[in-house]
């Protein structure tokens, strides 16, 4: 049973940075795709970022909001994700997960998701 577990959300600054991890266990996270997800009140969830493969090389894919901001990683020796998050805005509050996939598809479905992280961004 794969488990993910999120952290290091909070409140921030408009301008600032924050660092948000995701640990795997059950699993090694090196065999999957990895995925971030958020999730404003009253919107729908919004992808943010993905590693895939391109072949045996990772491959980072960003959603247009974060293009720029966002850095998407992992530590395959600590089984964990990292997400960086610089130049915040407020429009980036929301709750944010990590997801893992089987496939190398950076379209594909994410069969295992964390619980959430929140993220509060002030003007």
């Known amino acids: 049973q794969v488990q993910l577990v999120e952290s290091g959300g909070g409140l921030v600054q408009a301008g600032g940075s924050l660092r948000l991890s995701c640990v795997a266990s059950?699993?090694?996270?090196?065999?999957?795709?990895i995925g971030w997800f958020r999730r404003a009140p009253g919107k729908d969830r919004e992808f943010v970022a993905a590693i895939t493969w391109r072949g045996t090389t990772p491959h980072h894919v960003y959603g247009d909001s974060v293009k720029g901001r966002f850095t998407a990683s992992r530590d395959n020796a600590k089984n964990t994700a990292y997400l960086q998050m610089n130049s915040l805005e407020p429009e980036d509050t929301a709750a944010y997960y990590c997801?893992?996939?089987?496939?190398?598809?950076?379209?594909?479905?994410?069969?295992?998701w964390g619980q959430g992280t929140q993220v509060t961004v002030s003007s």
């Open positions: 059950g699993s090694t996270l090196g065999w999957f795709r």
């Open positions: 997801a893992l996939g089987v496939t190398d598809d950076p379209e594909g479905p994410y069969e295992y």
